[in-house]
């Protein structure tokens, strides 16, 4: 058995997120799976370091899916309506960083994508950021 230390898990971890032939894979079986609606991606911390990789993602992400907004999501979840032809996305940040509003909103604002963020305090708090 072979066991990776953290740091390797997480750069592992890292390289296949970032990978847009892996997650192109994925996509293509969702899609084939599932009729195609909202897919959601969720984050973590989004450091300085990161931030070119993160770019990539979000350029990759606005070529292959349309943004789900707030209506968006109301929309399907009452009614059930998708009014696009591509899947929507949802771009999740769940731990309330400085890094997500320092390095991630920009760029999520300049691909055209909602932010949905998290914020934990003794109640939860979701802010949406467009």
Same mark, same amino acid.
């Given at each position: 058995?072979? @066991?990776?230390n953290?740091?390797?898990? $997480? ?5 296949l &997120?970032?990978? %847009? &032939?892996?997650? #192109?894979?994925? =996509?293509?079986?969702?899609? @084939?799976?599932?009729? %195609? @609606? ?6 973590? /911390? ?7 990789m ?7 992400? #606005? $070529? $292959?899916?349309? =943004?789900?907004?707030?209506? /968006? &999501?109301?929309?399907? &979840?009452?009614?059930?309506? +998708? ?10 940040? /769940? ?10 909103? %920009?760029?999520?604002k $300049?691909?055209?994508?909602?932010? +949905? ?14």
């Open positions: 058995m072979v @066991y990776a953290k740091r390797e898990l $997480k750069h592992g971890l890292a390289w &997120l970032g990978n %847009p &032939l892996a997650f #192109s894979i994925t =996509n293509s079986v969702m899609q @084939y799976r599932f009729a %195609p @609606y909202i897919r959601c991606v969720t984050y973590h /911390d989004t450091p300085v370091k990161w931030a070119r993160l770019e990539r993602q979000f350029e990759w992400y #606005s $070529k $292959k899916f349309v =943004n789900c907004d707030r209506a /968006d &999501l109301n929309r399907f &979840l009452e009614r059930g309506i +998708w009014n696009h032809s591509v899947p929507g996305l949802i771009i999740s940040f /769940d731990d309330g960083l400085r890094s997500n509003l320092t390095v991630a909103a %920009p760029l999520l $300049k691909y055209g994508f909602t932010g +949905w963020f998290r914020v934990g305090l003794k109640i939860n708090i979701l802010i949406v950021l467009l």
